[in-house]
């Protein structure tokens, strides 16, 4: 045992270097875009890589007035609606499909891993048309179904392999306890599925918070924009205003950041597979 140890040791480093260099990697457009909001128009382009001359939130003030909290409020009614619904549609989904032994069952998470497989672009147009017949364009209700509907399947998927592996003892035992199958799935499974529920959350929130063209088709109306959309109005048709810009995207970037912070403990665990 104690012959491999130091050979143990080596590839314990490199792999931990390996992941350092890509994490690297990785964030230096993240402090690329922050510096970058610190600048003036001229450093960014003279100076790209170096650091601001001055230290000022000039170009975050511009970002502001451009009316970015609205957008921002958009962006967390959206979200947060979105993720709720697919949430507890696709938790019922799973929890039914996984417990049935229907074949019909089967067939129906078939139908919804063939609907996760559809590219979303190839949608879009039909997609677009419905909208709009239904009256839901420049309606954050409307987009908040459309965002819903992209993201259940994935997560129907997500939840019915968590539920698979649940402890059907615990469900029993509530059973026994007089709990109805209601009582059973928002008592006792969901509760116990942290794991599962903050992945889910973080994996669709991310998408919906950062998602641009769908947006940028069904809300118009300057009101209405959700923060991807509403940067926009910081370039202009001959030039942009890029410090603004990316002190919208650097404020922009804030609550997802929050939000995986709050959640990372039961995400990595799900990633683990330490939540089941």
Known sequence: MTHFAPRFRIVQALLY???GLWSAFVLMPVAWMIFAAFKTRREIFTDPLGLPGQW???SF???WGVGLGQFMF???????SAVLIILLVSGLAAYVIARSRSVWMKLLYLLIVAGFAVPNNAVIVPLYQMVTAADFGNSHFGIVWVYAAYGIPFTTILFFAFFLDFPR???????LDGCRPWAVFFRVVMPLSGPAIASAAIFQAVFIWNEFLLALLLLTQPDKKTLPVGILQLQGEFTSDWPAVMAGL???TLPIILLFLILQR???????GLGK
């Open 250 to 252: 650097s404020i922009a």
């Open 56 to 58: 000022t939130f000039d």
């Open 17 to 19: 270097g390996f992941v």
């Open 74 to 80: 958009n962006s967390v009614v959206v979200t947060t």
């Open 61 to 63: 003030r511009r970002a």
């Open 266 to 272: 039961s995400f990595v665990r799900s990633l683990a």
């Open 169 to 175: 003892e615990l469900e029993e035992a509530a059973r």
